[in-house]
Structures are given as C-alpha cells and as structure tokens.
C-alpha cells in the first residue's frame, strides 16, 4: 500500500529505482497476456478451455460464449458489491486498525510460531520413536501388523466370501515337493542367519525352488531372469557381508522372538487369504490383448519381451534409467573409499595367502568365452524365444565378475580395458536414439517395427528396430552390475593387491 499512497517514502536505506530490462520483461507478458485474454479471448483462451473442458467432462466440449460484455447480471452486480466494500473499508482503514489495537493483544507472531513448530516437533519425535527405534526390523513390524488389521478389518466390514468360484488347478506331488523345500530353506536361512556362508547358500536354493515354480506356470523368461539375478545377489551379498562383523550379539529375547513369530505367521496367513481372494475369482486381464497382438504388432512371438521392448517400452526405458542412476550413484559413494579386510573368518582362520586358486583361474578363463556367446545367443532370440537383452545382460556381467573372483582386480582390469561408465552411457544413448528415430519418421516415441529379410544360406528371418533398444537395455545393465560389484570388490586394501602369474 505504501509504495503507491500514503505518501513519501520514509526511513529508506536505498534510493528505489526502476528495474532492469530483463526484469521488466516477464511482467511485459503477463501484460500482453491479459490484453489479449480481454480483448481477443476467442483466439486465445478458447483452444486452452476446449481441451481442458473435453479431457474433464471425456466427452466434446459444450457450447459456451466468449465476450468482455456479458450484460448486467449477477456476476457483475457481486463484483460491483465486493468493489464498494473495499472502498469502504480502506478509507475508514485507521478505525479499523484502532479497533483492532484494542480489543486484540499484542501477540508476537514470530513467538507463536516458535512455540508451535517446537511442541510439533516434540510430538512428532514422540512418534518417531514409538513406530521407529532404529530398526528397520521394528519399523516392518509395524507395517505388517497394520496390514492384518487392515484386512480384518475389510474382512469383517464386507458380506461378500472370502474366496470366488474359479475352479482351482489340480495339487500334485511335485508341487507339494517345492512348496515344502522353500518353506523349509526358508525356514533353515532365520535359524543359521549367524551362518552367513550357509544362510547364502540356502537363499540360492530358495532361488532355484522359485525359478523352477516359474517354469511350472509356463514362465520360461522369469525362470532364467531369477536364475541370473540370483548369482549376482549372492556375488554381491558376500562382498558385503565380507566388510561387517563377523560375529552379531544376541539380538533377541525369547519373548520378542515369540512375538515376531506370531507377527510373521499371521502376516503370511493374511497374504495366502488376499492371494486365494484375488485368484479364485474370474476377473478381466489385458493378457488376452497383448497374445494376440505381439507377433502382428511387435514382430516377436515371445510376449514377454515384446511387451518390455515394445508394448511398455517407457517402463523399461525409465527401468534402465534406474538402474544407471544406481550404479553411477553407488560408485561416487565407493570410490576412494577403503575399508581394513578381516584379518580372520567367522571361525577364527587366518585368510589363504592365495585368494585366487588355479583351479578356479584356469576354469573360468575357459569357460568365459562360452558364457559370452551363451550370453549373445539369449539376447538374439530373446524376440522369439525365451530371452532378451535384460537376461542377457546379466548373464554377460556374471561372466565378467566371474573373471575378478578368480583373477583379482587388477589383472582383469589389465584384460578388459572397457571403462562401463561409458558402456553405461552408452547404452542409455542406444535406447534413447531408438525412440527418438521413431519421431523422426513422425511416429510416437518408442514406437517399433519390423520387417523380414531373406539371405543365401541362412534363409528368410526377422529384423525388428526393438533390437537396437534391447541392445541399450544389455549396455546399461552390464555397465550397471559390473559397477556396482567391482567397486564393492575395490573396498578392501587387500583388493588392490596385483595377482602373480602362475608358473
């Protein structure tokens, strides 16, 4: 108010002056935009509104008038009333903020608010402390036991069975079989949890029984994703767990252990309930549009893979991206750092002054190559057949780990000279110039195709831009995997140590 009335300015510590150019410019704008609003809103706010009033009402925009005159209406006489009492109550300003004066307090606001944001944060610590002690086993615990309440709960508000009238699939002995190792090593992983070696080598058997389930359902292609995930997670578990204690404290009571285990059964009898509930009932899938449209739209009878490279190809481009960010990020966070290896293992054994053992260097040299191909066979007929370029990444980074396990860093950083930050980049550049092709040819970004080419010899087969994007995915999970691994690997001062050439 006092920059415009009440008269000279008074105890100004600078002169005002007018604003820059650059500074002007933005309210220039918005000036001409109001103009034009008011005086051709026809050619300017009529395209806006017809769009947002169609995607709202998801049908075509009604009729509706555009104009600066309207009449005298409501409207204009509420503007007017709101106009007047303004007037009103600015002038008679200084009654007001006498009366104000008197019959309010004076109240410091800047108190009132530090005394609130401090008895918040109080409150707030008052939670914290009660849902999260530290541990993220507490904080999980919370959340499970909120899912079962909240299960109850709509159980037992809800008239409707528990389960539908979809006819179940036949039980046999194979099936009990597997349900019964994985709940067993499951079951043996909690129990020898101080045993990290044994505990590793029961997840990897709890790995294999759910691979093999995916290949009961006729899911080849999670089957061989969850196999190669699994000796990367284990390679990546063991150099983790190689830098923590080797020895942990007793971590429980018998109470608490008591709870917990009343915790986690009643939270696995929920999820079989919420599972039987969805999957004894017939329901809609989109399933039924990607079979039948894979091979016309896409060009790949492997549905699977279609719908990663084509049909959602914005996921996967946005999973790769993920999955770079990872990678970049884990290793600034490594990088240069150093931590003392364990001078001794969990049962008190100096460690093998030859951590490389020649059975283990010359198996694995030979069989490199061979992975390497198998690794290119599964990315080439991953369009058709079960694989594809995430699979094949993965089989590709378990063989170039599998060559620092066995030869050590610095002589396989002597032999492979590709630095995977620029495979990474690489591969993301690959995948992004794939979708931008598309657009240049005025199709949406992403989008695929495919055509047949017939050669002497080889014959007639099929060629599909989705291969060149399937080729980015393999870059950047390679890239990522070896990244990651390889600088936990780097931790260790003994890490660094050069291998000596056999004899």
Request: aromatic share 10%.
């Amino acid at each position: 108010h006092d920059v415009f009335f009440n008269g000279e300015p008074i105890g100004l510590t600078k002169t005002p002056h007018e604003p820059p150019r650059f500074m002007r410019i933005p309210v220039d704008i918005l000036v001409l935009l109001c103009l034009g609003v008011g005086m051709i809103p026809v050619l300017i706010v009529a395209p806006i509104l017809t769009v947002a009033v169609s995607a709202s009402l998801q049908a075509a925009a009604p009729d509706y008038s555009l104009a600066i005159w309207h009449g005298f209406n409501t409207p204009l006489l509420m503007s007017f009333i709101a106009l007047v009492f303004g007037a009103i109550v600015y002038f008679n300003r200084y009654r007001l903020f006498a009366w104000h004066d008197t019959i309010m307090p004076r109240v410091d606001a800047k108190t009132l608010f530090n005394r609130f944001t401090h008895a918040l944060l109080i409150f707030s610590g008052k939670v914290s402390r009660l849902f999260d002690r530290g541990s993220l086993q507490n904080a999980i615990s919370w959340v499970m036991i909120s899912a079962v309440i909240a299960v109850v709960y709509g159980y037992l508000s809800f008239d409707s069975p528990l389960f539908g009238d979809r006819e179940l699939l036949d039980a046999n002995l194979i099936t009990f079989a597997q349900v019964a190792i994985l709940v067993i090593a499951s079951i043996i992983t909690v129990v020898k949890h101080h045993q990290r070696l044994v505990s590793l080598i029961i997840l990897g058997v709890i790995g294999l029984i759910v691979s093999l389930g995916f290949v009961k359902f006729s899911a080849p292609d999670l089957a061989l994703t969850q196999l190669s995930v699994e000796v990367v997670t284990i390679v990546l578990l063991l150099l983790a767990l190689f830098f923590l204690p080797q020895h942990s404290p007793q971590e429980k009571s018998t109470k608490r252990m008591t709870r917990d285990l009343v915790i986690s059964i009643s939270s696995g009898i929920v999820v079989m309930l919420l599972a039987m509930a969805v999957m004894t009932r017939d329901y809609s899938s989109i399933s039924g549009f990607f079979l039948e449209n894979s091979k016309p739209g896409g060009g790949g009878t492997n549905v699977v893979n279609v719908i990663l490279v084509d049909f959602r190809g914005f996921d996967t481009l946005g999973e790769i991206v993920v999955l770079a960010l990872a990678g970049l990020g884990i290793f600034a966070l490594l990088q240069n750092l150093r931590l003392p290896a364990p001078l001794r293992d969990t049962d008190g054994r100096l460690w093998s002054n030859d951590p490389h053992p020649p059975i283990m260097q010359i198996l694995t040299r030979l069989l490199f190559p061979l992975m390497l191909l198998v690794a290119v066979f599964i990315f080439m007929r991953g369009h058709n057949l079960p694989g594809g370029g995430f699979i094949a990444g993965l089989i590709a980074s378990v063989a170039l780990i599998s060559q620092y396990l066995a030869n050590g860093i610095a002589w396989t950083n002597a032999r492979i000279k590709a630095d995977m930050h620029i495979v990474v980049a690489s591969g993301l550049a690959i995948a992004f110039v794939t979708g931008l092709g598309a657009m240049f040819l005025s199709y949406p970004f992403l989008t695929t195709t495919f055509s047949y080419i017939k050669w002497p010899i080889v014959g007639k087969f099929e060629i599909a831009s989705a291969m060149v994007f399937d080729l980015g995915v393999f870059l950047v999970v390679v890239g990522a995997t070896v990244l990651i691994l390889v600088e936990l690997g780097k931790l260790s001062h003994a890490s660094h140590q050069p291998l000596q050439e056999n004899k």
